[in-house]
């Protein structure tokens, strides 16, 4: 099934990110829609699309729960290969979307077909269960990698990951008092969701003029 993808951002940009969503939410989410936008005001080109799983429920009222992230590799692969690139390629998501990408990412950082990773709230534990870590394939990652994390996100807060072996190529963003879509109490930290996610897509920007570029046309 070919996927279909959702664009935003100058077609002509250096840097095209692709996102998938998170377990429970669709791709045009108000969380993914917010994150795509700053990310297309910093110049990127962005492409989000849906797994299976995500796309049937448009179609149904049912509401199966996600398959294991592992199940995934394959369609986001797919996603990949789909895609019409030129220039540096991103591959990244929201949280299960991003733990997916990270499963993909050093087969085709290898190809030369990407030239990073990139996680917006990454899931390194479920909530209340910080000993189910997800993080054994991230220790000997070699794609260059940058998470945006919230300091208090739930699925691994800054404290936690502190204590986590991470490989050297992944750089972690903290966004102060953020959870796990980014957004501040303003009333505590003084910063607004707003400000929190023109700093990712700021950061997100300058990283990825960095990274060597890949292959230029895909």
Same mark, same amino acid.
């Given at each position: ?38 990310? /297309? ?27 294991? /992230? ?87 807060? =800054? ?25 501040? =109490? ?6 607004? /969701?707003?400000?929190?996610?023109? =700093? ?19």
């Amino acid at each position: 099934m070919q996927p279909v993808f959702l664009f935003d951002g100058p077609d002509d940009a250096e840097v095209t990110v692709l996102l998938a969503h998170g377990a429970g939410a669709p791709m045009d989410s108000a969380s993914m829609t917010a994150a795509t936008a700053a990310l /297309a005001a910093a110049g990127m080109r962005v492409a989000r699309f849906e797994f299976g799983y995500m796309a049937a429920r448009r179609e149904s009222s049912s509401r199966k729960p996600p398959p294991k /992230a592992e199940l995934l590799i394959p369609e986001y692969r797919h996603a990949v290969s789909a895609l019409p690139v030129k220039g540096k390629l991103i591959i990244g998501g929201k949280s299960m979307g991003g733990r997916v990408a990270s499963m993909v990412a050093d087969p085709l950082y290898a190809e030369g077909v990407i030239a990073g990773l990139v996680c917006l709230g990454y899931p390194f534990h479920p909530p209340g269960k910080p000993a189910q870590l997800r993080t054994a394939h991230l220790e000997p990652l070699k794609t260059p990698a940058l998470i945006i994390q919230g300091t208090l996100d739930e699925f691994g807060t =800054r404290d936690e990951v502190g204590a986590y072996r991470l490989s050297p190529s992944i750089s972690l963003l903290w966004l102060e008092d953020g959870d796990h879509d980014l957004k501040p =109490r303003k009333s505590v930290s003084g910063y607004t /969701a707003a400000q929190h996610l023109a =700093r990712m897509a700021q950061e997100t920007r300058d990283w990825t003029r960095r990274l060597p570029p890949g292959k230029p046309d895909r």
